[in-house]
């Protein structure tokens, strides 16, 4: 991996700005810092200022793995063009009948889950996120958790940063929502930088020289091609985004 913030890749970010470029991001870790308290969730002020000057210059989309309402209210007046929900499900892969096979995992999860007081059980209506950020006997939850999810039948589970991501499989993932929206936008290339398991569908997609992979702390394992150090460094990239499509506006 490089660093995408290297004097070296400027002409790299310059290049992307020159072109029909979609900017996507994931939410928490990404543009939100990770926080105890999930719903406590927010972006800085500075990063709102910049994220709305980015959206004015390029097609900007979310892909999160919240609800979609949730990261809705988060973004509210930025002029984000899509946000994405639910690891990529939402809003085209909704239906009532996924809705139900998810709403009955949520008693069996319970139950198999009682005895960790600092495991919580988010229902996202069409997955669900099992936190173990404030349970003191983390792998042994973790364990049981892979244990409980094994016992809801098919089911693709996402590790994040202290939870557990149950997918129903054959769903959509962040890979897929960045393909649909990359077409629906008419763009020829696209940047995306997330910044843990569940961003990896997007950094496994063959690049071919139009997608630039950006990972949020240095990971050697990641399929990412590129990273910034930490999620407090998100306010340079956009801010070299906003750069360097200003300089190739001024290019004749």
Not at 119 to 143: M, T
Not at 182 to 194: D, H, V
Not at 237 to 244: A, D
Request: glycine share 6%; hydrophobic share 40%.
């Amino acid at each position: 991996m490089q660093r995408i913030l290297s004097p070296r890749n400027s002409r790299l970010l310059k290049k992307f700005a020159l072109s029909n470029t979609l900017v996507a991001f994931d939410f928490d870790g990404t543009l939100a810092p990770i926080v105890r308290n999930r719903h406590r969730a927010a972006i800085r002020l500075s990063t709102r200022n910049l994220l709305a000057k980015l959206a004015a210059l390029y097609p900007c989309v979310v892909i999160s793995g919240r609800a979609q309402k949730d990261v809705q209210r988060r973004l509210l007046g930025i002029g984000i063009r899509r946000i994405v929900g639910n690891h990529g499900i939402e809003p085209w892969s909704t239906s009532p009948a996924l809705e139900e096979a998810v709403r009955r995992w949520i008693p069996l999860l319970t139950d198999k889950l009682r005895q960790f007081g600092g495991v919580a059980i988010e229902d996202k209506r069409f997955s669900v996120a099992v936190h173990y950020r404030s349970e003191l006997r983390k792998q042994e939850a973790r364990a049981t958790i892979a244990a409980a999810a094994r016992k809801l039948g098919a089911v693709r589970l996402v590790n994040g940063k202290q939870v557990v991501n149950i997918l129903p499989t054959g769903t959509p993932h962040k890979g897929l929502a960045l393909k649909r929206e990359i077409l629906k936008r008419g763009c020829t290339k696209a940047i995306y930088i997330g910044d843990d398991d569940t961003d990896e569908d997007v950094f496994a997609l063959p690049d071919r020289g139009r997608l630039l992979t950006i990972r949020v702390g240095l990971n050697r394992s990641s399929l990412a091609r590129y990273y910034i150090r930490s999620q407090s460094e998100i306010d340079r990239i956009i801010h070299k985004l906003i750069e360097s499509r200003a300089e190739s506006a001024m290019r004749p």
